[in-house]
């Protein structure tokens, strides 16, 4: 089977972070990887553990949780593309006038990983992401939660989602830092066995979703005991 993996590479620099205000300047690299292998983004950030390590680190977990494995060709195992139009996410200072809005933080996919378990009826996946987030002019320490969407797709005339799943991820940028690294491992990404047919047009999909997190409920605010009388 063809190598179906695609990797896409454009950056900015510090520079261009600091100078951006309501647009984001830097792109990241979006790779793919086969069986246990991960693609790298220039090198393991500074810091915290590279995606090859997290990935890694959770594989026994991975195969306890699977069933006893059949005979799987990792070349089949979907590629992992990142979404047109979702390699990047902008914060933004909330103003009255959106124009004038500067740039809290930016984010960008950096890694990608997936390895594939076929056992008896079922095709389970395990996918890793790795990004970073970089403060802007207006962005300060602190959380923040970085809205990830993960989606299995059969490609074709007309596409069929598969399996989809959003997640907040949540994110601390520590004091006197202007970036930080985060990384996600969806270790249960699991679906019915397809031919292989219809397995070679499959193809998972990360990317960010800010509108997902927009729509998700906001926790109420917890109200000050009463005085008591």
């Not at 124009?99 to 076929?118: P, V």
């Not at 004091?175 to 969806?186: A, K, L, P």
Request: net charge positive.
């Amino acid at each position: 089977m063809r190598n179906r993996c695609r990797v896409s590479l454009s950056a900015a620099s510090r520079t261009a972070v600091i100078a951006a205000t309501a647009m984001i300047t830097a792109f990241g690299l979006a790779g793919c990887a086969s069986g246990d292998a991960t693609a790298t983004a220039g090198g393991a950030p500074t810091g915290s553990p590279s995606l090859a390590e997290r990935f890694a680190g959770s594989a026994g977990a991975f195969a306890q949780n699977s069933q006893p494995a059949d005979s799987f060709d990792p070349a089949d195992c979907p590629p992992v593309e990142v979404r047109h139009g979702t390699s990047t996410l902008s914060v933004t200072a909330a103003r009255r006038d959106p124009a004038t809005a500067e740039l809290r933080y930016q984010g960008t996919i950096a890694q990608t990983a997936r390895e594939c378990r076929a056992a008896g009826p079922t095709l389970t996946i395990r996918v890793g992401v790795q990004g970073r987030i970089i403060l802007g002019p207006a962005g300060g320490p602190g959380q923040m939660d970085v809205p990830l969407r993960f989606a299995l797709v059969q490609e074709g005339p007309s596409p069929k989602t598969i399996w989809t799943r959003f997640y907040n991820v949540p994110v601390v940028i520590p004091d006197g830092q202007s970036h930080v690294n985060f990384t996600h491992i969806e270790e249960d990404l699991t679906v019915p066995k397809p031919s292989a047919d219809v397995l070679s047009a499959y193809v998972i999909y990360i990317g960010f979703d800010p509108l997902a997190a927009a729509r998700q409920p906001t926790r109420p605010a917890r109200k000050p005991n009463a005085p008591r009388r």
